[in-house]
T-cell receptor, first 114, second 111 residues
């Protein structure tokens, strides 16, 4: 089974803090994704990475950056957290080959910015 | 603009009362349609992938079907443990990486 893990289930930070959210997958997937999920807005793509050190902006990249130094790990960085970044953050991964396009999600990190 | 619409927003069922959820999409090309189940406070759990019209997939009490413009998730004789939000997503031709998600249908099954 594909396993995607996220470093924290719940996180509380203060406005202006730098926040790191970590995601690790154990299936050697090339592609990894960061989403945020908010009531009424659904899942929105923040950033994705199609290979090590490669990244592309999603639909809402403002205020975020990412890092992918190793294939299994994809980090989301909030450079200066703001209250409007309070949300559920979801990491996902999927392979490139084999004609499979489904994404597999981690358990999520509920981030609260005070 | 490509869109994915799910209906209804919420569905309340009695245990054993079968029903269907709808996912309609307006896309120029479809590489795949995906169904996920999401429990409160957790990440989406992958259920099915459908690639072409006429295709069907089944898992326990769930059955997903696909036509050219919509997909249905049929829940047969549901149990309280089937209560969850069901998300539909489509993989578009225009972009190899992105999935477009619907807003979801929240299903509540009462014993």
């Amino acid at each position: 089974d594909v396993k995607v893990t996220q470093s924290s289930r719940y996180l509380v930070k203060r406005t202006g803090e730098k926040v790191f959210l970590e995601c690790v997958q154990d299936m050697d997937h090339e592609n990894m994704f960061w989403y945020r999920q908010d009531p009424g807005l659904g899942l929105r793509l923040i950033y994705f990475s199609y290979d090590v050190k490669m990244k592309e902006k999603g639909d809402i990249p403002e205020g975020y950056s990412v890092s992918r130094e190793k294939k299994e790990r994809f980090s989301l960085i909030l450079e200066s957290a703001s209250t409007n970044q309070t949300s559920m953050y979801l990491c996902a991964s999927r392979p490139t080959s084999g004609g499979q396009y489904e994404q597999f999600f981690g358990p999520g990190t509920r981030l609260t910015v005070l | 603009e490509d869109q994915v619409t799910q209906s209804p927003e919420a569905l309340r069922l009695q245990e054993g009362e079968s029903s269907s959820l709808n996912c309609s999409y307006t896309v120029s090309g479809l590489r795949g349609l995906f169904w996920y189940r999401q429990d409160p406070g957790k990440g989406p759990e992958f259920l099915f992938t459908l690639y072409s019209a006429g295709e069907e997939k089944e898992k326990e009490r769930l059955k997903a079907t696909l036509t050219k413009k919509e997909s249905f998730l049929h829940i047969t004789a549901p149990k309280p443990e089937d209560s969850a939000t069901y998300l539909c997503a489509v993989h578009l031709n225009a972009n190899d990486y992105k999935l477009s998600f619907g807003a979801g249908t929240t299903v509540t099954v009462r014993a």
